[in-house]
């Protein structure tokens, strides 16, 4: 983000330069009485310059909002206005819609993190700026009567937009994607730059792969289990124990992830030999109810942690650990494991559930190293197992039911220890 802001910030000086040295050039070639006109011309010409505020005008699910980045995060609400280097993020089936004045609406998907850089408005032209940490971003931009200079980052490619209506995907593992639904964008990545779409052509897209939206419609036209069903050799035994429990399993694009629905859990004699990591987490509910497990981890970017949940980008991280599947349940409950295939980080590992839809259930969690069950410090005492009731959350990012802590190659603090040998 840092690198986008002051590749903005450079462009600013570079276009101040050149307009101080025009300036120069023409009070040196005016006639004097000429020359006393001209601060007067620029007021005014700074004068018609403003300032554009987002307005939040649809919240879905659990979203966030801060006004910079040295602000705290807030539960968006409708109503909300946003400026400049504001930010929002969203999480799980979850979505927001803003409008910029006078005519563009920007939408963010769920698990997404987008930035608004800039908005301003000079004369009959509009200049806007998002940039998109990961996640989706459609901007949907109405062009009569004013000229538009949208643009859409993400990390690795660039959207430019007049007067259309476009989306930008960009989240692991996936290709970044741009689709315009009616007129022209520019799609730029480190390799090329495309033009596509036109005025009611319909729905194009284009990817960082592909050389031209043709080229990425043939590719779509044939499976590539890359993207879909292909699954690594470790997961291999345990997807195909749940196929013969009856469950489907299929891939949902927009969440980046594998989907399972339907089966039952497997038993503990029929799961720890297909378990597909050295070291392994699993929770297992018997309700009908959609459960995601979500495990904190030790280590990452200057070890401060990262957070394991079954979508998109947060299904896997930097120190090894997956998350194989989103186990959305079924009439018999479900399952849901996370992993590490080996190299697990040492310290403490933090195991939380969400219910996502259908009653409060209880469930069960385990953890397993090299096929053994290790014990799971509940807040009490250290056991073999957690059973927990799983309730609605409260309303939140990340709010949910904590299970336990798992200590990996280090002791728990020493007041939990405590309370652990007392228990006993």
């Known amino acids: ?23 120069a050039v023409a009070a040196t070639a005016l006639p004097a009485n000429a020359q006393t006109s001209a601060p007067a011309a620029v007021t005014t010409a700074e004068a018609t310059t403003e300032s554009l505020q987002a307005t939040v005008t649809g919240v ?22 946003l400026g400049e280097m504001s930010e929002i993020r969203t999480g799980p089936r979850s979505a927001v819609r803003c409008t910029l004045p006078p005519d563009q609406t920007f939408t963010l998907d769920r698990l997404g993190t987008v930035k608004l850089l800039e908005a301003v408005r000079n004369n009959k032209t509009i200049n806007t700026d998002l940039m998109m940490k990961y996640g989706r971003v459609r901007l949907d931009v109405e062009s009569a009567g004013l000229e538009h200079r949208s643009v859409i980052r993400s990390p690795s490619s660039t ?8 989306s930008l995907y960009d989240q692991r593992p996936f290709n970044p994607e741009a689709v315009s639904l009616t007129g022209t964008a520019i799609f730029r990545d480190g390799k090329k730059q495309i033009a596509f779409g036109a005025k009611g052509q319909g729905k194009t897209k284009v990817d960082s792969k592909e050389s031209s939206a043709v080229a ?7 499976l590539d289990p890359s993207l879909s069903l292909a699954r690594t050799v470790a997961e291999t035994a345990l997807i195909d124990t749940l196929i013969s ?29 297909t378990l597909p990591g050295v070291l392994n987490f ?22 401060a942690g990262e957070t394991l949940y079954p979508a998109g980008a ?5 120190s090894g650990g997956k998350v194989p599947f989103d186990h959305r349940g079924g009439p018999n409950g479900g399952i849901e494991i996370v992993y590490f295939p080996k190299g697990a980080p040492t310290g403490l590992y933090g195991l939380g559930l969400t219910l996502i839809s259908g009653n409060p259930t209880t469930a069960q969690v385990d953890a397993f190293q090299d096929g053994k069950r290790i014990k799971i410090f509940d807040g009490i005492s250290s056991v073999d197992s957690v059973t927990t009731q799983v ?29 652990a040998n007392h228990r006993k």
């Not at 309730?391 to 007041?415: Q, R």
């Open 1 to 23: 983000m840092s690198d986008c802001r002051g590749a903005v910030m450079s462009q600013i000086r570079i276009v101040g330069f050149k307009l101080a040295l025009l300036a």
């Open 60 to 81: 879905e699910g659990m979203v966030q909002v801060r006004q910079n980045d040295k602000e705290p995060w807030a539960k968006a609400q409708v109503g909300m206005l």
């Open 159 to 166: 959207l430019a937009v007049r007067g259309t209506r476009v």
């Open 216 to 222: 990425l419609a043939i590719s779509k036209s044939t």
């Open 245 to 273: 429990h009856g469950s489907t399993v299929s891939f949902d694009r927009d969440a980046g992830i594998k989907v399972v629905t339907g089966g039952r859990p497997p038993t503990d004699g029929e799961l720890i030999p």
């Open 282 to 303: 699993v929770a297992r509910w018997n309700t009908n109810a959609d459960l995601n497990f979500s495990v904190q981890t030790p280590g990452g970017v200057n070890n």
């Open 314 to 318: 947060l299904a896997t991280n930097s």
């Open 391 to 419: 309730d609605k959350p409260i309303a939140g990012f990340v709010d949910g039911t904590a299970v336990g802590v798992v200590p990996i190659g280090t002791n728990l603090p020493s007041g939990a220890s405590r309370a």
